[in-house]
């Protein structure tokens, strides 16, 4: 399952809409927030910002030194929110460890909270969580970008999901959490098994030979999905990057081999992650257009473009 064709069918549906936006004054921005010089960080977020741009649409950098306070953060990214021009904000992650996981005080998830559920694109601040908690799709404002992509992926290749087992491997904020809610709620109605660091691997192994549909977002050199973990027939779907010694990007999976066994499978690079890219613009539009009026919430994967949610521009 090639990434390619489904970022394409976003990217002209984006392109559409931007240049409708831009015949009537209105160009969707993206603001984003870098902490730190991490290589791999500043890739991630150079795609993005020239695939927004390529679309027609403003991407703004914030990069900010590795020392800085969680506090100081949350107040800078506050002060972003609180500018009208922004209409989405993306904080890039992962933040420094003394902001991810500090014995006390100000955290990641009050950096989140800073930013308003309309702006927040990644879909991970305390506006937009609740509704992909309580399964609510039609409230939602935002579904976090990798979620996103998964979803359109399943359903340009016509992966079936309901009554399937489906077992998500990571702990990712803002990829396995919001993938294991999705599958696991009324969008894809799968019973859905979450392994993480802390699964035992008798239990993780048992999980994942039982699964109909594997996600994988780990992104570690330690870890590794082997054809003989997977299933005959099973549907692979790679999400995890990570940059390798020889400088090329690599995924959790064994792709050679387990190609060989699953019924469909996403490489890496070329998979999950140009569908995440265009995934991300679909949100920075619907940043702008619920920020001049011209979108309710609300996801309709069944409808697939959703244009009822979406009032006609007026002239």
Known sequence: MFGKPVAAEIEQRVRGEVEGLR????????????????????????????????????????????????RELRDQVLRINDDPAVHAILVQLPLPFHIEEPPSGLNKFDVFDAISGAKDVDGISRATVPELYRAQQERMLHLPATALAVRRVLAFYGIETEGRVAVIVGRNDITAKPIHHMLGGRMCNATAIWCHRYTRKADHDAFMRSADIIVSSVGSERYRITADLVKPGAVVIDVATRVGPDGKLHGDVDFERVKEVASFITPVPGGIGPVTVAALTENVVRAAEFAHGLRQPGFDFAAGREDHLRPAISS
């Not at 991630?44 to 590795?66: I, N, P, S, W």
């Open 23 to 70: 015949a009537h004054g209105v160009v969707p921005r993206l603001d984003v927030v870098l902490v730190g010089r991490s290589p791999a960080s500043q890739r991630y977020v150079g795609k993005k910002m020239e695939f927004c741009e390529r679309l027609g649409m403003q991407a703004m950098l914030h990069t900010f030194d590795d020392q800085i306070p969680a």
